[in-house]
């Protein structure tokens, strides 16, 4: 991580010109730590299609975080929210509950990517909104021409909670890329974590009402 980051954080406002994929898998080559390319960069990625999103998603884990960010190119700089305040990652209280990272390009004066931090184990990935749900690393992130890219399975998941129009498009484009053990995961975490999203609703028996989900009360 940069040193020679401002002492003052960049503004929210400051403007965005993410990284494409491949200049962030260029990047983040120098450390071993975990990432992978995530929510709709992901999908656009794995779909092969051209992305139009004003940011490109990141994710890594929090034992990951530290060496990544350690890694990351002279003049790039991470700054970690707290609720809603900006500081340097390095200066983040260590009991802080991180859940995203912000990455500025300190030369060029603009927000590169949003990173953020999920739950894992030395063998599988963990839902961060209720980790007992898991799935093994090799299926929760995929190979696509030499980047790691989070699952259309998992990256549907995360978009379950609340989901916008835009997700929506998402979802409709990458189930039919989804094969029938990828689709029965899917149907489970939402039946199990979101069964009050319109997404379980396509899942759920109309004889079986919804349950309370798995987190509520967590984020």
């Not at 990544?68 to 700054?79: E, R, T, Y």
């Not at 190979?143 to 929506?168: E, F, M, N, T, Y």
Request: net charge negative; with cysteine; glycine share 6%.
């Amino acid at each position: 991580m940069d040193d020679t980051a401002a002492d003052h954080p960049p503004a929210r406002d400051t403007q965005w010109q993410p990284w494409s994929p491949l200049e962030a898998a260029d990047a983040l080559t120098r450390s071993q730590a975990r990432w992978w390319v995530s929510g709709g960069s992901a999908i656009d990625l794995l779909l092969d299609r051209p992305s139009e999103r004003d940011d490109l998603d990141l994710s890594t884990t929090a034992a990951d975080l530290g060496p990544l960010c350690d890694a990351l190119p002279h003049g790039i700089s991470a700054w970690a929210d707290l609720d809603g305040q900006l500081a340097p990652l390095g200066e983040a209280p260590g009991d802080a509950d991180l859940q995203r990272v912000l990455l500025h390009d300190d030369q060029r004066g603009v927000w590169v990517a949003e990173l953020h931090v999920e739950d894992g184990a030395p063998k599988a990935w963990l839902y961060r909104r209720d980790p007992r749900l898991q799935l093994p690393w090799a299926e929760a992130v995929v190979d696509h021409g030499g980047i790691p890219v989070g699952a259309l399975q998992v990256q549907l998941l995360w978009k379950a909670l609340r989901p916008s129009p835009q997700d929506d498009a998402d979802r409709a484009d990458a189930l039919p890329l989804l094969d029938e053990t990828q689709r029965a995961w899917l149907g489970t975490a939402l039946l199990r974590i979101h069964p009050h999203s319109s997404w379980a609703i396509h899942t759920r028996s109309p004889f079986a009402p919804a349950k309370a989900s798995w987190n509520r009360g967590r984020r």
